[in-house]
């Protein structure tokens, strides 16, 4: 039988930390997929319990009849979908028992018709336990020794099958020395089995970047081409972020480097319709380097969900201007860039130099409040709470900077200290953590 996996999976890997997608989020996903032309989805929540830290638990009947219907729609609309279990928090690769529950599991999602499964050792402890010490010698043998059993019974229970493989050294900044030497990774390479397919984030957990060259090293040392498991859109790891940037940062060649690129985006999954339709135009053409069309085409359609009731209205003016402020990990977008310019330029000339700027500035604060109270009308709450949080801190504070320009305008020769009645300054990032962030900069910048 043909193997079901598409030969070069493309689409998005639900592996983030943090609360997972809701089933009619996934069955959404499906249809984004389809119409973009993606033919991938991983299963991988890092909090379904399940999945990682109970990982050796059956499903219940009423779990497994909603994953079985997840697989029919996926397949239906032409979609792969992966099954993937995380095992690597309390396995012990020495007991016959453990390795009978990773089967005994991928058996009842087998009889569910899945046909393509994913193996998960990221984020976990590098050490073995004695036992397994004893047996396999390093983490690298255990890992291939597991995945490469589990591999052919794979093969036996259901023809055709998929396994991909996600090592504890996911990305060049965690291979010790480096990619080249390390001996975990030149381990694998030797014994995992040729036909398993390895994750790998690129040079980070979150690669701003991905270098063919950077590929290329993995694929000496790994012996096969990565199937790129991508972080750039990811928030889980800073919750104050949302990414809606253009897919960027990755060569034209890269696609032919690897075997398979699959986004891990934002947990807030309404926020990822831009993502998504944008790493499909890249994948179309990847080598346009004018990004911004294929950007600003997601944005227009991503405007049609945005139904509103009257008179409020969102342009596409607005929606693109937030989505410059939320951008990418590594920069914010051209409008955010030009607006941080401005904001530098009126903190450090008087009030008198200010000239076409200031307009400028209050023009664009003008776009992002109105934004924030048209946002308040839109008829789907689901789009609007998965971008709440971001858009009322973005208002706050635009709020307080417009008071400021407006009290500096007024002002420019007082001596005084801008003190807005209205402004707490212990609620705008007042919490502990916040206040953690400060002593961790002082320290980052050498102070103690
Ligand atoms: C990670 C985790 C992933 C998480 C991401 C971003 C991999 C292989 N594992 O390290 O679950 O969502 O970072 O925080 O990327």
Known sequence: MKSCMPDYPTGVIEGFYGK????????????????????????????????????????????????????????????????????????RFSADSDLDALRNKLAQVIKMGCRSFALLFDDIPARLA??????FGSQASAQAATANSLCEWLG???????????????????????????????????????????????????????PVDSIREFRSVLRRRPVIWDNLYANDYDMRRLHTGPYAGRPPSLKAET???????????HANFVPVHSFASWLRAPARTNLQPAWNRAIRTWLAQFQIRQPHKISFKALRLFCDFLYLPTSPGPGATQYLHDLQMLLRTPPSHWAGRYERFQRTSRLILTLFDSLLH?????LLHALYAHAWELKERVLLLQAWAN????????????????????????????ELDRVIAEILAGSQ
């Not at 480096?178 to 381990?187: A, F, G, K, T």
């Not at 839109?378 to 689901?382: E, F, L, P, V």
């Open 156 to 210: 036996r229970q259901a023809a055709g099958s998929t396994l991909f493989f996600c090592p504890t050294v996911y990305c060049g900044a965690m291979a010790r020395p480096n990619v080249s030497h390390s001996e975990y990774l030149r381990e694998l390479g030797d014994k995992l089995h040729p036909a398993i397919k390895v994750f790998w984030t690129g040079p980070d957990i979150i690669s701003g970047e991905i």
């Open 20 to 91: 997972p997608w809701t089933d009619t989020e996934r069955f959404m996903l499906f249809d984004w997929l389809q119409t973009c032309g993606l033919n991938s989805y991983i299963y991988a929540p890092k909090d379904d319990l399940k999945h990682r830290a109970a990982w050796r638990e059956l499903y219940s009947d009423s779990e497994s009849k909603t994953i079985h219907s997840l697989i029919r729609a996926s397949n239906k609309r032409g979609i792969s979908f992966s099954y993937a279990i995380a095992p690597g928090l309390d396995m």
């Open 130 to 135: 004695p036992n397994d010490r004893k047996r």
């Open 259 to 269: 075997n398979g690129i699959l986004l891990n985006p934002n947990c807030q999954f």
């Open 407 to 434: 009290w500096r305008k007024a002002n420019p020769d007082t001596t005084e200290k801008f003190a807005p009645a209205e402004f707490s300054p212990a609620l705008l990032r007042g919490s502990t953590c916040a």
């Open 378 to 382: 839109i008829q789907n709450r689901d």
